[in-house]
């Protein structure tokens, strides 16, 4: 299963998603289970922003060698699930062809659906605001997608 995680400009929320998943995988021992990240608005091979670096680091991950990558129908195609940070993010996952794949990541996460916190721009507390909100909804994804396993439904 490859999940794509899917915000403006793939150099703040989404890559931290993709990192924090990328550890809870490992550290959950989940096999088969991929991840990535891109962005609506993103322009190719920027690096990830300052802010999501340093809370990263705080973290022990490393976003260090992301590279923003654009939101484009193959990386539609190849993904299983689709979880977007905001409600125009799905917008253009759905018209990008990942409709009944794509979703709210708070909604897939079992919460009420609304937009992940956009970081940019915001100080290092912002940012770590994002990251607890991310790393809670991730915890929920992972145990869904586990659980969805156990009965067959993935």
């Given at each position: 299963?490859?999940?794509?995680?899917?915000?403006?400009?793939?150099?703040?929320?989404?890559?931290?998603?993709?990192?924090?998943?990328?550890r809870?995988?490992?550290?959950?021992?989940?096999?088969?289970?991929?991840?990535?990240?891109?962005?609506?608005?993103?322009?190719?091979?920027?690096?990830?922003?300052?802010?999501?670096?340093?809370?990263a680091?705080?973290?022990?991950?490393?976003?260090?060698?992301?590279?923003?990558?654009?939101?484009?129908?193959?990386?539609?195609?190849?993904?299983?699930?689709?979880?977007?940070?905001?409600?125009?993010?799905?917008?253009r996952?759905?018209?990008?062809g990942?409709?009944?794949?794509?979703?709210?990541?708070?909604?897939?996460?079992?919460?009420?659906?609304?937009?992940?916190s956009?970081?940019?721009?915001?100080?290092?507390?912002?940012?770590?605001?994002?990251?607890?909100?991310?790393?809670?909804?991730?915890?929920?994804?992972?145990?869904?997608?586990?659980?969805?396993?156990?009965?067959?439904?993935?």
């Amino acid at each position: 299963m490859h999940l794509l995680f899917v915000c403006t400009g793939n150099t703040c929320r989404s890559p931290l998603a993709e990192v924090i998943a990328r550890r809870m995988i490992v550290d959950r021992a989940i096999p088969d289970v991929t991840v990535g990240s891109a962005g609506t608005s993103a322009w190719a091979d920027s690096p990830a922003s300052d802010g999501a670096l340093l809370v990263a680091l705080e973290q022990g991950l490393d976003l260090g060698d992301h590279r923003s990558r654009p939101l484009a129908q193959e990386l539609v195609s190849d993904a299983q699930v689709i979880l977007t940070m905001g409600p125009h993010h799905l917008d253009r996952a759905e018209a990008l062809g990942g409709t009944g794949r794509s979703w709210l990541l708070t909604d897939y996460a079992g919460g009420t659906p609304r937009p992940v916190s956009d970081p940019f721009g915001g100080g290092l507390d912002v940012y770590r605001a994002t990251y607890v909100e991310l790393e809670q909804a991730m915890s929920a994804v992972l145990d869904r997608i586990v659980a969805d396993r156990s009965r067959g439904t993935d």
